[in-house]
């Protein structure tokens, strides 16, 4: 089934509003194992609200229409699906009498504006609206076509999708769908694209898609089943089982946790801890991985030691390695983690220096340059990093990968 979601609303189209029903809608067509095909953003003008509703109508099987169902004259979506179906519009007079008693209950006189929401389209389902006075529409035509109006207010639309168009649609029959994330890091999407090369699904009942965010690259899987859940959950592992092999250490999660979580588990199975120095992340990381409950466990201190004589004295970096390589440089990074793991006592040490601009770069050490340091009682790892961006997005490329430098180490060695 080919379904559509038309959001309508000029403010949509602002920066000041979210559209949250395709989001709730998407969510509740997936528990049905429906999935959604395209979502459109239009705004009020007619014209081009009957030319979306039209473009949908011929291309979906199912449309949910959702706003403009309200009172003022910028409500045109009764309006605007009727003249596309070639349908006329209908005046219910109980709908209009809904539409009254609910402004008693309030002690309020109904406006006359409210009088078009008791307009229904002809052969159009009524669905009641519990929380305002918008009805909304369930509408069918030859060829089982189904286009279903809805009003925009979340509350008014998520109660009358609940009591009315969730029951209606299970009674048309369901699939199954199961999905999962697999989320990576240090990778590019170039090379994880090379790496999953060939395994994208060309049959109709799996879906893989590749979305990429700073750090972080996710691979998004989807299986379908017509029989059972147990089938589509079985195609979704499947689909994962080859993508984790031919990825490998890179995947970091594959139940939705982030790599701060990750870390986390990791520790905690261990009984392990860390301690944290940084610089240029200025409390990122260390927040980071104390947004995970019960870190505690694992997490001893950390240091935000962002000029050179807090680097001396709170961490012991020695003055001269500052005044020969500067604070931003491979040697400092492992002082910084070793003078940390020092002070805390910690199994590991975990550091962080580096330029997150916009000024402060050089030729030789630009913006975007970072160094991030582990020490343990085996090992001394230091890996360079280099990151683009705006100073938020260095930073959080920066903790990201000072995680990963983390859980690669963790991963490696052999619990004692």
Not at 148 to 171: K, T
Not at 317 to 330: K, M, R, T, Y
Request: net charge negative.
């Amino acid at each position: 089934m080919k379904i559509h979601i038309l959001a309508v609303g000029s403010e949509l189209l602002t920066p000041f509003f979210r559209d949250t029903d395709s989001l709730y809608l998407t969510q509740r067509l997936n528990d049905l194992g429906l999935e959604v095909s395209a979502k459109v953003t239009i705004g009020d003008e007619s014209e081009n609200l009957q030319a979306a509703v039209r473009d949908s109508w011929r291309a979906a099987d199912l449309t949910f229409v959702t706003g403009g169902l309200g009172p003022t004259d910028d409500d045109r979506t009764r309006e605007a699906v009727a003249e596309v179906l070639g349908r006329p519009l209908r005046f219910e007079e109980n709908l209009l009498r809904a539409i009254e008693e609910r402004f008693r209950r309030r002690n309020k006189i109904m406006p006359p504006a409210n009088r078009k929401q008791a307009e229904v389209i002809e052969g159009a389902i009524v669905l009641s609206n519990a929380a305002g006075t918008a009805p909304g529409q369930w509408i069918e035509a030859e060829g089982g076509k189904i286009i279903v109006l809805l009003p925009g207010p979340p509350a008014e639309l998520q109660a009358m999708c609940e009591a009315h168009v969730w029951p209606r649609l299970s009674a048309c029959g369901r699939s199954f769908l199961a999905r999962k994330v697999l989320k990576t890091a240090g990778l590019t999407e170039s090379e994880l694209e090379s790496l999953i090369s060939g395994l994208y699904p060309r049959d109709p009942e799996r879906r893989l898609t590749v979305l990429a965010s700073p750090g972080q690259i996710e691979m998004h899987l989807a299986a379908f089943s017509i029989r059972s859940a147990a089938e589509a959950e079985a195609r979704v592992e499947a689909l994962a089982e080859h993508l984790q092999t031919r990825v490998g250490e890179p995947v970091f999660s594959d139940d939705g946790a982030d790599l701060e979580e990750v870390v986390g588990r990791l520790l905690r199975a261990r009984g392990e801890t860390v301690a944290v120095a940084e610089s240029c992340t200025g409390g990122l990381l260390c927040r980071r991985l104390t947004l995970v409950p019960g870190s505690s466990a694992y997490f001893l201190e950390g240091f935000v030691t962002y000029g050179n004589r807090a680097k001396i004295e709170h961490l012991g970096v020695p003055a001269d390695i500052l005044e020969s390589h500067g604070s931003v440089s491979s040697e400092t990074a492992a002082a910084m983690a070793a003078g940390v793991r020092r002070t805390a006592r910690s199994d590991y040490g975990l550091a962080v220096t580096g330029i997150a601009g916009p000024s402060g770069g050089t030729v030789e050490k630009p913006v975007g340059l970072a160094y991030l340091a582990l020490v343990d009682r085996d090992s001394v790892l230091v890996e360079r990093g280099f990151f683009l961006g705006d100073r938020a997005r260095i930073q959080l490329q920066s903790s990201q990968q000072a995680l990963d430098l983390l859980r690669r180490r963790l991963i490696s060695r052999p619990v004692s």
